[in-house]
T-cell receptor, first 115, second 113 residues
Framework: KAGVTQTPRYLIKTRGQQVTLSCSPISGHRSVSWYQQTPGQGLQFLFE???????NKGNFPGRFSGRQFSNSRSEMNVSTLELGDSALYLC??????????????FGPGTRLTVL | GQQLNQSPQSMFIQEGEDVSMNCTSSSIFNTWLWYKQDPGEGPVLLIALYKAGELTSNGRLTAQFGITRKDSFLNISASIPSDVGIYFCAGFQNTGTASKLTFGTGTRLQVTL
């Protein structure tokens, strides 16, 4: 079956702009988590959605937001982009939320560059 | 945000050699996981460890959950070129009201022929 899909794969924006990234989970998976990956900070948890509700949130400013639709697809939005937001944004889907993520699969990520 | 300390940061080894890497934390975790990330891809789960002292293998990979629950180790035996990539440890905590996966800083492995 198809894996986790993220669009777009690459994106270039300028400071002050906003951006929306999309994630389509594996069919049947209802939980979607988002991570930011940078060389300096590594993989940092952003938030998790399950059944259209945010279940868990990491320590990121309010400029980072997300949502999940009834078909489990998820979007994350970053407003007022800063240079430090340049990163690989990874989405991961799993069957359920809260348990050990052994059924969690990551997408290939969206590479965001902020100029 | 919190990160787990992994060492070494990077290593160059020859094909056929064994590899060891470890991960330490100031916090206790209920579960330890090890991932591998190839260029242009997201991390892929290799091994999950569920209790202190547990030793688990997956092919040439062996991982251990430290007795203190604050560390974990990964060994790769007889390395091959396709082992190249970045290896991440991750600690999982479930407090009942929230769950959290914290990743390590990563170990970049390069294998030479």
């Amino acid at each position: 079956k198809a894996g986790v899909t993220q669009t777009p794969r690459y994106l270039i924006k300028t400071r002050g702009q906003q951006v929306t990234l999309s994630c389509s989970p594996i069919s049947g998976h209802r939980s979607v988590s988002w991570y930011q990956q940078t060389p300096g900070q590594g993989l940092q948890f952003l938030f998790e959605y399950f059944s259209e509700t945010q279940r868990n949130k990491g320590n990121f400013p309010g400029r980072f937001s997300g949502r999940q639709f009834s078909n489990s697809r998820s979007e994350m939005n970053v407003s007022t982009l800063e240079l430090g937001d340049s990163a690989l944004y990874l989405c991961a889907s799993s069957l359920s939320a809260g348990g050990v993520p052994i059924t969690q699969y990551f997408g290939p990520g969206t590479r965001l560059t902020v100029l | 945000g919190q990160q787990l300390n992994q060492s070494p940061q990077s290593m160059f080894i020859q094909e056929g050699e064994d590899v060891s890497m470890n991960c330490t934390s100031s916090s206790i975790f209920n579960t330890w996981l090890w991932y591998k990330q190839d260029p242009g891809e997201g991390p892929v789960l290799l091994i999950a460890l569920y209790k202190a002292g547990e030793l688990t293998s997956n092919g040439r990979l062996t991982a251990q959950f430290g007795i203190t629950r604050k560390d974990s180790f990964l060994n790769i035996s007889a390395s091959i070129p396709s082992d190249v990539g970045i290896y991440f440890c991750a600690g999982f905590q479930n407090t009942g009201t929230a769950s959290k996966l914290t990743f390590g800083t990563g170990t970049r492995l390069q294998v030479t022929l």
